[in-house]
């Protein structure tokens, strides 16, 4: 099955692909051994337990149902912590079985999300390096230079600030190399006449970095650009297709879109050109690969808040500036739009989202909640949880000998209040325990008379209950639109962080879903 999966892979040209037939041959195997764990619950459930298996459910389901797992007849068993099973041949205290057996169903699930993580975590990044590796891309020569320090116009000028850079790189570069001479298998050990002239003068720093591209400050207008670029597009398809109705949509977003624009010119009026707007980030294209690789592994701890704060004179900007750098994604994965946000903006914004996502997590929680427990409240009201297990027909003669049910109470209406003078009024004559021992499939003509609060409350909770799981339906349809546009909301720098941002979200709503599933909360 593994060669399978990376012939699968191999074919699609898609790593995806690959990992996910991977994932399910791993999942399948550790699920598995969940079950076998599980079993000894099964076997539990499938001993002798009474007379009152076939009470609990139809044919054989009843033995595999968790109402036949011990010894469930009451005359037998008074007291839960007295119900015994019968495990492996001999007659255990359940008391004493379901502990090991919560424990053996507890270490598979650990198992399994053992694997889980690890599939997630190592497998695949390491496959995902290993395609890497394989492939030569536009990321393997560039890094993403963030946290660039502003301008300083008595010390350095705007159209200066590139060269700068430059020359910091290549001084950082060439000690680098000179470190790494020695390294056995390293880039710089193949040719020692070769390797020693890199550190020469002859390496310009435009020749180490030929490229560098800034994303500098315009106010969000790369998002505008965006969007009217996508406008015109969609104006074009819809004239050709003639719709009329889209058209006029379509232009009403451009007059928006336009006066957006107009409002923004006198912010624009601030800077003479380009070159002295706010930068950033900048995307550095390198010579060489080995060369991105030597800049990241030496700025390594700039990642990390301490390691940024306190980073060593040498690779600060000239010598002051603290700098970060981290490796660049491919142009593909970059959303351009977004490049003019600055760092503390998206940071404000993912705050924002979070606490939105919490607040409506915990109204819908409490939302759902509170629904399930009235729902179950009136479930147990409607099946009689709260009466007494046996109720008897009021005229019994001896008393409480008739046991009430849709034909003693039929019986007994006729006898007592329909045929009889000067008796009670026959509406809402029965009490809602009493209507419960019925049950809804007997209450007809005087019977549902006698019940009709009852009924009506029953209808309406089924009725309610319908209408709740067409609105769960409608509330993930608009949920599903909600998590999308607030991921798009933080204006994340690339697609894979949109797309990461989205699922973050989803999996809190699937966390959430778990948190109150029924079986956790009693219902």
Same mark, same amino acid.
């Given at each position: 099955? $593994?060669?399978?999966?990376?012939?699968?892979?191999?074919?699609?040209?898609?790593?995806?692909?690959?990992?996910?037939?991977?994932?399910?041959?791993?999942?399948?195997?550790?699920?598995?051994?969940?079950?076998?764990?599980?079993?000894?619950?099964?076997?539990?459930?499938?001993?002798?337990?009474?007379?009152?298996?076939?009470?609990?459910? @139809?044919?054989?389901? /009843?033995?595999?149902?968790?109402?036949?797992?011990?010894?469930?007849?009451?005359?037998?068993?008074?007291?839960?912590?007295?119900?015994?099973?019968?495990?492996?041949?001999?007659?255990?205290?359940?008391?004493?079985?379901?502990?090991?057996?919560?424990?053996?169903?507890?270490?598979?699930?650990?198992?399994?999300?053992?694997?889980?993580?690890?599939?997630?975590?190592?497998?695949?990044?390491?496959?995902?390096?290993?395609?890497?590796? /394989?492939?030569?891309?536009?990321?393997? &020569?560039?890094?993403?230079?963030?946290?660039?320090?502003? &301008?300083?116009?008595?010390?350095?000028?705007?159209?200066?600030?590139?060269?700068?850079?430059?020359?910091?790189?290549?001084?950082?570069?060439?000690?680098?190399?000179?470190?790494?001479?020695?390294?056995?298998?390293?880039?710089?050990?193949?040719?020692?006449?070769?390797?020693?002239?890199?550190?020469?003068?002859?390496?310009?720093?435009?020749?180490?970095?030929?490229?560098?591209?800034?994303?500098? *400050?315009?106010?969000?207008?790369?998002?505008?650009?965006?969007?009217?670029?996508?406008?015109?597009?969609?104006?074009?398809?819809?004239?050709?297709?003639?719709?009329?109705?889209?058209?006029?949509?379509?232009?009403?977003?451009?007059?928006?879109?336009?006066?957006?624009?107009?409002?923004?010119?006198?912010?624009?009026?601030?800077?003479?050109?380009?070159?002295? =707007?706010?930068?950033? =980030?900048?995307?550095?294209?390198?010579?060489?690969?080995?060369?991105?690789?030597?800049?990241?592994?030496?700025?390594?701890?700039?990642?990390?808040?301490?390691?940024?704060?306190?980073?060593?004179?040498?690779?600060? &900007?000239?010598?002051?500036?603290?700098? =970060?750098?981290?490796?660049?994604?491919?142009?593909?994965?970059?959303?351009?739009?977004? $490049?003019?946000?600055?760092?503390?903006?998206?940071?404000?914004?993912?705050?924002?989202?979070?606490?939105?996502?919490?607040?409506?997590?915990?109204?819908?929680?409490?939302?759902?909640?509170?629904? $399930?427990?009235?729902?179950?409240?009136?479930?147990?009201?409607?099946?009689?949880?709260?009466?007494?297990?046996?109720?008897?027909?009021?005229?019994?003669?001896?008393?409480?000998?008739?046991?009430?049910?849709?034909?003693?109470?039929?019986?007994?209406?006729?006898?007592?209040? @329909?045929?009889?003078?000067?008796?009670?009024?026959?509406?809402?004559?029965?009490?809602?325990?009493?209507? /419960? +021992?019925?049950?809804?499939?007997?209450?007809?003509?005087?019977? +549902?008379?006698?019940?009709?609060?009852?009924? *009506?409350? $029953?209808?309406?909770?089924?009725?309610?209950?319908?209408?709740?799981?067409?609105?769960?339906?409608?509330?993930?349809?608009?949920?599903?639109?909600?998590?999308?546009?607030?991921?798009?909301?933080?204006?994340?720098?690339?697609?894979?962080?949109?797309?990461?941002?989205?699922?973050? +979200?989803?999996?809190?709503?699937?966390?959430?879903?778990?948190?109150?599933?029924?079986?956790? @909360?009693?219902?």
């Amino acid at each position: 099955m $593994q060669a399978d999966s990376k012939k699968i892979g191999e074919l699609s040209q898609s790593l995806g692909i690959q990992l996910y037939f991977s994932f399910l041959r791993g999942g399948a195997f550790f699920l598995g051994v969940w079950s076998l764990f599980l079993l000894f619950v099964v076997l539990g459930c499938a001993s002798p337990s009474g007379d009152s298996d076939d009470e609990h459910g @139809v044919g054989f389901l /009843a033995v595999l149902s968790l109402a036949s797992f011990g010894d469930s007849s009451l005359e037998a068993s008074p007291h839960p912590t007295q119900r015994k099973i019968d495990f492996w041949g001999s007659k255990e205290y359940m008391v004493d079985v379901t502990p090991w057996m919560s424990l053996l169903s507890a270490f598979g699930a650990g198992m399994y999300f053992v694997y889980v993580m690890w599939f997630v975590y190592r497998k695949i990044p390491r496959d995902a390096e290993a395609l890497d590796a /394989a492939s030569i891309t536009p990321a393997d &020569f560039a890094f993403l230079l963030d946290k660039l320090p502003a &301008f300083d116009q008595e010390s350095l000028k705007p159209e200066d600030f590139e060269a700068e850079l430059k020359k910091h790189f290549a001084k950082v570069l060439l000690e680098e190399r000179a470190a790494h001479l020695g390294d056995e298998g390293g880039p710089y050990t193949a040719n020692k006449e070769v390797d020693k002239s890199v550190v020469d003068a002859e390496n310009e720093p435009d020749n180490l970095f030929p490229e560098i591209s800034f994303a500098r *400050d315009y106010g969000g207008r790369l998002a505008e650009h965006a969007s009217q670029a996508k406008l015109k597009t969609e104006i074009v398809e819809a004239t050709l297709d003639a719709d009329g109705k889209k058209l006029k949509k379509l232009h009403t977003q451009a007059r928006k879109l336009l006066a957006q624009k107009k409002k923004r010119r006198a912010d624009e009026e601030k800077f003479a050109s380009t070159i002295e =707007r706010p930068i950033y =980030r900048a995307y550095v294209v390198c010579n060489k690969a080995q060369d991105k690789e030597l800049l990241l592994d030496a700025y390594r701890m700039s990642q990390l808040s301490l390691g940024y704060l306190f980073q060593s004179k040498r690779l600060r &900007f000239r010598g002051l500036k603290r700098i =970060r750098l981290a490796p660049a994604p491919e142009p593909s994965n970059i959303l351009w739009e977004n $490049q003019d946000c600055p760092a503390i903006e998206r940071a404000c914004r993912r705050g924002f989202t979070k606490l939105l996502v919490f607040i409506l997590l915990l109204i819908s929680t409490a939302g759902i909640l509170w629904s $399930q427990q009235t729902q179950k409240n009136e479930t147990e009201k409607a099946e009689g949880k709260n009466c007494a297990e046996i109720i008897y027909t009021r005229d019994s003669n001896p008393p409480n000998t008739v046991v009430l049910d849709g034909v003693t109470a039929k019986a007994y209406l006729e006898a007592n209040i @329909v045929n009889a003078p000067g008796a009670p009024a026959l509406e809402n004559h029965f009490t809602d325990c009493e209507c /419960a +021992k019925i049950g809804m499939s007997s209450m007809t003509g005087d019977v +549902k008379t006698a019940c009709q609060d009852f009924y *009506d409350k $029953q209808v309406l909770m089924f009725a309610v209950t319908t209408a709740s799981s067409v609105l769960v339906v409608a509330i993930n349809f608009i949920l599903k639109s909600l998590l999308v546009a607030l991921a798009k909301f933080e204006r994340p720098l690339t697609l894979s962080g949109l797309e990461c941002a989205i699922a973050l +979200k989803v999996q809190e709503l699937h966390l959430e879903s778990t948190l109150i599933d029924p079986q956790w @909360v009693g219902v």
